[in-house]
């Protein structure tokens, strides 16, 4: 994987961070959110906010899909899971995210057949080899992960798998950056536009992020570099005056996006009318469900899942650092009450989420930081 | 309160075992400090190092044991015969022991083809020869088919310790420099392709070897100078060094683009969103040198076969202390913490 090492190249970091200085204005403060939790990820576990100016600050977004699933919707997985004749299939992400009453693996441990996996299709898979069982794949994920769900389901349709069926968490991310975007306790100066979410989607989505809020936002890929590119490209948009929707991420992202990818998502699923969001509570068409054409084969119908809110433990405060209102070492538990190992809040659970990041690899920088300020 | 306690020890609080217990990371910490050592204790024990240390009249032994469960029971570059055999000398040798005997347990599924028996304790043979110990006791047992995995094998290890070496954290002082003595990642990587569950392809062998010539090689080279050695098996080098910090009290920084990992470990890991600083190993080392001898014992490492591809990977430093900090090969830094949870179950 050669491939990934020149995008890592120290040296052209270098030369990337001073033209960001250069176009930096000392006098002003400059926050910048990343949508997305790879990027989130790639900030941290590079180290990039080093080669950066004290004067950007970078705001981590909603877009880390374990992160945002509201607990109700984990506690209606775990009963699924606990069912006698299911295997619940899952990413292993979730496997760790905390219900009201434990997480999977816990369930696991008490005797539910819990298994990880890497595709949907390891599910559809796992159905097949077992017509005895019923196998639910617990589909989360923005548009990224949505196709391949999609086409799990219309492949399962097609071979007439009986036994398999999908509990639908996947969601849209237009609606939550433009939810953002209408808070009041939020100032942005630019976007980092999702790169995996584009390769799907496009960049015409975010079109409204210039046109209507006057937010530039640049589409960016996964690796440090494509990052500061980012941010450059964000900088020279901010010093000269503009205000668009560019392409970083141009390697794979087109303008249209995947039209094969969309269509086969337009057969299987339909927009919800309303989903909860954790920490943002609920957004109208911000989510898919199964459409009626598929429903055979949604778990919501075939369990009757009650869609029962569960409120956040009190303490938790993922909702303010998902808006970006608090960094993730200024929550009142972070750390003590809430770690990697015992989260309380999502944020904590993946590592694309911003406080098990911060935890993982920035804590003890920010600290040396802070102390030398 | 009687007794001196360098740190406070977790409590143990989990209603069940569940697989991160045995992923080699915190969760596993928990377990041994919160539940075991508690029920266990004694001063051979306490200091929880790869090998507990034993007096007898004027020498003092090492012994050491570990239970392989790997799944396949056949990966490219070994099988559990030859794991078992090697992971027992190697947590004897990185003690400073030098091997004298071996006992091994075989747990047995019902229905297992003898062939694979006889290739298994085959292994196990030609493991103990490669590393001059002898398999001197041994048990068996067999259970019903579904209660093994095919067969699980536990190693017990004696061995005498050098009279001349103190390795442990506590000799560690800042200025140290920190060695691993070839490329990361190589065992859990290989072992997880070998599944199959992921459908990549790759030519990737286990490492896993005997250490005792690089271990041989470290201790001509620098002598009373070694201060510290571990084999980065579960839980990856990334834990290792943090146990590390965390004993010692001092600040590990390391250097990621001095990290020895190969390519396609390096793609693996990228893909699967895991990194190679917790990806189990079975044949290397790291060790802690005293600065004036880091360039003869890398130099020593690398004229054995297996330590090639040593290097210097960082030093010890007063601050971050109880930390491990890395230099991004990007040119930022970011913390190294325990690992959290299991990637990859059932390694070793």
Redesign the interface.
Known sequence: MKYSREFRNAELARAVAAEIASLTDPGRHYKIMEVCGGHTHTIYRHGIKDLLPEQIELVHGPGCPVCVLPMGRVDEGIRIAERPEVIFTCFGDMMRVPGSKGNLIEMKAQGADIRMVYSPLDALRLARENPDREVVFYAIGFETTAPSTALTLQRAKKEGVENFSVFCNHVNIVPPVRALLDSPDLRLDAFIGPGHVSTVIGCRPYEFMPADYGKPCVVAGFEPLDILQAILMIMRQLAEGRCEVENQYSRVVSWEGNLAALRSMAEVFELRPYFEWRGLGFIAQSALKISPAYSHFDAELRYATPGVRVADPKACQCGEVLKGVLKPHECRVFGTACTPEHPLGALMVSSEGACAAYYNFGRKVEERVGAER | MSGQRTRLRPRFD???????HGAGG??TH?LIEGLLLPALENTALAPLSDAAVIPCGDARLALTTDSFVVRPLLFPGGSIGELAVNGTVNDLAVSGATPLALSAALIVEEGLSTEVLEREVGAMATAAERAGVAVAAGDTKVVERGRADGMYITTTGIGVADPELELSAAAVRPGDKILCSGTLGDHGTAILIARG??ELEADLLSDTRPLIPLVEALKGAAGPGLRFMRDPTRGGAGTVLNELARDSGLGVVIWE?RIPVR??V??AC?IL?IDPLYVANEGKLLAVVAPECADAALEALRGVEGGEEAEVIGEIREE?AR?V?M?????????I?ML??D?LPRIC
Do not use: N, Q, W, Y
Not at chain 2, 327 to 335: A, S
């Open positions: 989990a209603p069940r075992i569940d697989m991160s915190k969760a928990k569950d992921l683009e390519e396609i390096h793609g990228e969103g971050p930390m900090v230099h991004t090969g990007f040119g930022g830094t970011r913390m913490d959290v949870g990637p």
